[in-house]
């Protein structure tokens, strides 16, 4: 071979090369540069937390009422402060478990009165509120809190069979959450 021959044959090479990459980069540039329009959003800061469920007795733990030597006619007062301490509505009930140790149980009396009504929440023979089952106290808001006062009575008309006898009750304030709702935001 010759120089002039090999001198073609490059020429040649670069004639078909050169077409070729040069196609090439026109299909490089056409597929990159499709004229899409985009936009995008974002939401950040999502969050979601459960609220709480949480009650404070006044006397937790200790007696609302507690007195010896009661005589017929006695009334013994006794005041308590429940307050809904968490962060959801919720639905209070009170229950009773109580012994009513008088020969005639009808002799003493209990009335449950929450402060700023007249109107009793319960009232009745000591005791009987344990047979009724819980008592509703409806829905305390976040944070309310509510008074009230247990009165019990001895009957004025207690005889000499009543002397000595006894009567004790434990009470429980439950509180459940609310009913459960939609939020559409």
């Known amino acids: 071979m010759t120089t002039t021959t090999t001198a073609a044959t ?3 090479k670069r004639l078909i090369l050169l077409p070729l990459a040069g196609l090439l980069v026109a299909a ?3 597929v990159g540069s499709g004229a899409d329009f985009v936009a995008n959003s974002v939401n950040s800061a999502n969050a ?3 609220g709480t469920l949480a009650q ?3 006397k937790s733990g200790k007696a609302i009422f507690n007195a010896s030597n009661l005589k017929p006619g006695d009334t013994l007062n006794g005041k308590v402060t429940i307050t809904n301490s968490g962060t959801l509505p919720a639905a209070f009930t009170l229950t009773e478990n109580a012994t009513n140790g008088f020969v005639k149980t009808e002799n003493l009396k209990l009335v449950i009165t929450r402060a700023g009504s007249g109107t009793p929440v319960w009232s009745g023979t000591f005791g009987d509120l344990t047979k ?3 008592l509703d106290l409806g829905e305390f808001a976040a944070g309310e809190s509510r008074d009230y006062t247990f009165g019990t009575t001895l009957a004025q008309t207690a005889d000499n069979t009543e002397q000595g006898k006894n009567a004790s009750a434990v ?3 439950d509180s459940k959450q609310a009913a ?3 939020v559409s935001q």
Do not use: I, P
Request: net charge positive.
């Open 28 to 30: 490089t540039v056409a």
């Open 56 to 58: 404070q007795n006044s």
């Open 10 to 12: 490059k020429s040649r």
């Open 171 to 173: 009470y429980t304030w």
């Open 180 to 182: 459960a709702t939609a």
């Open 48 to 50: 979601f937390s459960s």
């Open 132 to 134: 009724a089952g819980a």
